[in-house]
């Protein structure tokens, strides 16, 4: 059986996008609202929002986006800088995010469009990945 990870970056046709396996937990106090975890299986968010009339599903939305799965400038940031490799991440907007899987279950899957990151040479995956899961763990965490 495949092993599942939190974060992945996943290629269909020409398109590239990063998928984001969370576990939600809705009906969380205001104040537990944010990124609780990230582990090697999943994003754990608590919600305030009840899981009911998509309300958790736009909460969710809302927290990836303000957290910014990938990292948050006016511009574009370089991310990475590795032997002529470089890696360009901007803002996750709300429209950038969907929930993919999961949409009335805790268990989702949100995957953040191409347009928000680029890749500039031969850049491994797993670096990416790293740098996504350090700017949810920074910067997630400390909403709360």
Same mark, same amino acid.
Do not use: W, Y
């Given at each position: 059986?495949?092993?599942?990870?939190?974060?992945?970056?996943?290629? @269909?046709?020409?398109?590239?996008?990063?998928?984001?396996?969370?576990?939600?937990?809705?009906?969380?106090?205001?104040?537990?609202?944010?990124?609780?975890?990230?582990?090697?299986?999943?994003?754990?968010?608590?919600?305030?929002?009840?899981?009911?009339?998509?309300?958790?599903?736009?909460?969710?939305?809302?927290?990836?986006?303000?957290?910014?799965?990938?990292?948050?400038?006016?511009?574009?940031?370089?991310?990475?800088?590795?032997?002529?490799?470089?890696?360009?991440?901007?803002?996750?907007?709300?429209?950038?995010? &969907?929930?993919?899987?999961?949409?009335?279950?805790?268990?989702?899957?949100?995957?953040?469009?191409?347009?928000?990151?680029?890749?500039?040479?031969? &850049?491994?995956?797993?670096?990416?990945?790293?740098?996504?899961?350090? @700017?949810?763990?920074?910067?997630?965490?400390?909403?709360?």
């Amino acid at each position: 059986m495949a092993s599942r990870h939190a974060i992945s970056l996943v290629k @269909k046709s020409s398109a590239e996008f990063l998928q984001l396996r969370c576990h939600v937990r809705p009906g969380a106090s205001k104040v537990r609202e944010g990124v609780a975890a990230v582990t090697d299986e999943a994003i754990e968010l608590c919600v305030s929002a009840p899981p009911q009339d998509g309300k958790a599903n736009k909460a969710v939305i809302e927290i990836l986006s303000e957290v910014g799965a990938v990292p948050t400038s006016v511009n574009l940031t370089v991310l990475f800088r590795d032997q002529g490799c470089l890696v360009m991440l901007s803002r996750a907007t709300k429209s950038d995010l &969907q929930i993919t899987h999961g949409s009335k279950t805790r268990d989702k899957t949100i995957s953040v469009a191409s347009t928000c990151f680029q890749r500039i040479g031969a &850049q491994k995956n797993d670096d990416i990945l790293v740098l996504v899961k350090e @700017k949810l763990l920074r910067d997630g965490l400390s909403q709360g």
